[in-house]
């Protein structure tokens, strides 16, 4: 039932591990279930989305992100008749290798790393997780996932990388998928937070397209929108509008990756492969008011003073964490030590410990180090 341009699981190039197959469930299912049951993942639930995990109950957390990532790309796989197991498996763990606090917890960590010649991203360090440092089997180290899952952490630009598939510029559809789903999931969650939270306003946004056009099918199917002095029933409505927004983002991406399909006779997964660009695009009338919006919340949500400073106490709690293992690494755990013993680089094994650390666990450690 899958497209000729899907990933089909009887057309993966297997495991780094032979393993025997699961009798119940497809190989993408179960690395799915895998990526699940993982420490990592579960780490997710008190990791920085925007807002550090102390800040309030009702805000994203890089789990329930990861999860509406997954749900869009689920969607939208079955949609194109792509494979809906890879996208998930693909959109499940696409964070775990994130740091804690957010991108300015990453900022932090990439530029420490710099000094030693090496760089930190946080799709890089998912797979390494994925491969290495999730150790449940006695056999191997890692997950054992199938390649493609492992080719799809690096999903904005495999072609920098030593993946196991070779691919002309971009991965296969399932990953294009899961790379745009995020894009998707945390330009609107990201706004519902904002306004949530007070620190974005109706007036800022209302003349962004999106937002406009959002608002528009919310008032066709719900009737005129409430005023803002009835507090809930404004709520319930702009919570309409956000789903409008990503309706209207999802309708757009499909029908022009359809197009892009079409248009560049792209009816194999070979000639996916080798299409030297990426397939799953939103259409060049729509693209710019994705772009207008994430422009906005750069300048008015990310960069907020009050989320800033949150994100500047972390960057200081993670350069002292550094500091202190690069001097002691006998206060880590003893799995990043065996790292070292096996010839590891002390400041990657540093650098493996700190990114996994949750906001709560990171503050702790900060504590007893200050």
Same mark, same amino acid.
């Given at each position: %039932?899958?497209?000729?341009?899907? %990933?089909?699981?009887?057309?993966?190039?297997?495991?780094?591990?032979?393993?025997?197959?699961?009798?119940?469930?497809?190989?993408? =299912? @179960?690395?799915?279930? @895998?990526?699940?049951?993982?420490?990592?993942? @579960?780490?997710? =639930?008190?990791?920085?989305?925007?807002?550090?995990?102390?800040?309030?109950?009702?805000?994203?957390?890089?789990?329930? /992100?990861?999860?509406?990532?997954?749900?869009?790309?689920?969607?939208?796989?079955?949609?194109?008749?792509?494979?809906?197991?890879?996208?998930?498996?693909?959109?499940?763990?696409?964070?775990?290798?994130? $740091?804690?606090?957010?991108?300015?917890?990453?900022?932090?960590?990439?530029?420490? %790393?710099?000094?030693?010649?090496?760089? +930190?991203?946080?799709? #890089?360090?998912?797979?390494?997780?994925?491969? &290495?440092? #999730?150790?449940? !089997?006695?056999?191997?180290?890692?997950?054992?996932? $199938? *390649?493609?899952?492992?080719?799809?952490?690096?999903?904005?630009?495999?072609?920098?990388?030593? $993946?196991?598939?070779?691919?002309?510029?971009?991965?296969?559809?399932?990953?294009?998928?899961?790379? $745009?789903?995020?894009?998707?999931?945390?330009?609107?969650?990201?706004?519902?937070?904002?306004?949530?939270?007070?620190?974005?306003?109706?007036?800022?946004?209302?003349?962004?397209?999106?937002?406009?056009?959002?608002?528009?099918?919310?008032?066709?199917?719900?009737?005129?929108?409430?005023?803002?002095?009835?507090?809930?029933?404004?709520?319930?409505?702009?919570?309409?509008?956000?789903? *409008?927004?990503?309706?209207? %983002?999802?309708?757009?991406?499909? #029908? !022009?990756?359809?197009?892009?399909?079409?248009? =560049? *006779?792209?009816?194999?997964?070979?000639?996916?492969?080798?299409? *030297?660009?990426?397939?799953?695009?939103?259409?060049?009338?729509?693209?710019? /008011?994705?772009?207008?919006?994430?422009?906005?919340?750069?300048?008015?949500?990310?960069? /907020? #003073?009050?989320?800033?400073?949150?994100?500047? &106490?972390?960057?200081?709690?993670?350069?002292?964490?550094?500091?202190? +293992?690069?001097?002691?690494?006998?206060?880590?755990?003893?799995?990043?030590? @065996?790292?070292?013993?096996?010839?590891?680089?002390?400041?990657?094994?540093?650098?493996?410990?700190?990114?996994?650390?949750?906001?709560?666990?990171?503050?702790? =450690? +900060?504590?007893?180090?200050?």
């Amino acid at each position: %039932m899958l497209s000729p341009c899907a %990933m089909a699981s009887q057309n993966s190039a297997g495991r780094v591990h032979e393993e025997p197959e699961d009798e119940f469930r497809m190989p993408f =299912q @179960r690395d799915r279930d @895998r990526i699940m049951h993982s420490k990592s993942f @579960r780490r997710l =639930q008190a990791k920085t989305q925007v807002f550090v995990a102390n800040y309030g109950d009702h805000y994203r957390d890089r789990l329930t /992100h990861s999860i509406e990532v997954s749900q869009i790309a689920r969607g939208l796989s079955r949609t194109l008749g792509l494979n809906e197991d890879l996208a998930e498996a693909i959109s499940l763990a696409h964070d775990l290798g994130h $740091t804690p606090f957010g991108h300015g917890g990453e900022d932090k960590l990439d530029e420490i %790393m710099k000094n030693y010649g090496l760089n +930190f991203e946080h799709n #890089e360090q998912s797979r390494r997780i994925l491969e &290495k440092l #999730e150790r449940v !089997n006695p056999n191997f180290d890692g997950l054992n996932l $199938t *390649k493609e899952v492992l080719d799809g952490m690096l999903k904005h630009n495999p072609h920098r990388y030593q $993946t196991y598939s070779k691919f002309n510029n971009y991965p296969h559809l399932e990953a294009q998928i899961a790379d $745009t789903a995020d894009e998707i999931a945390y330009i609107n969650h990201d706004l519902d937070d904002g306004i949530r939270s007070g620190l974005i306003s109706i007036e800022q946004i209302q003349d962004y397209e999106i937002w406009k056009m959002g608002w528009e099918k919310a008032v066709n199917q719900y009737g005129k929108a409430p005023n803002a002095t009835d507090e809930e029933s404004h709520k319930r409505f702009i919570s309409r509008v956000i789903s *409008k927004m990503i309706g209207l %983002m999802i309708l757009d991406l499909q #029908e !022009n990756t359809n197009n892009n399909l079409v248009n =560049q *006779k792209i009816d194999s997964l070979e000639k996916v492969r080798a299409y *030297k660009g990426k397939l799953v695009t939103f259409s060049d009338l729509f693209l710019p /008011h994705v772009v207008e919006l994430r422009s906005f919340l750069l300048r008015n949500f990310y960069n /907020h #003073e009050k989320v800033a400073e949150q994100i500047g &106490k972390g960057k200081q709690i993670i350069e002292a964490l550094f500091n202190d +293992f690069m001097v002691h690494p006998e206060k880590m755990p003893p799995v990043y030590g @065996r790292l070292i013993k096996e010839g590891e680089r002390k400041e990657i094994a540093v650098k493996d410990y700190i990114a996994g650390m949750t906001d709560r666990f990171a503050e702790e =450690q +900060f504590n007893s180090v200050s």
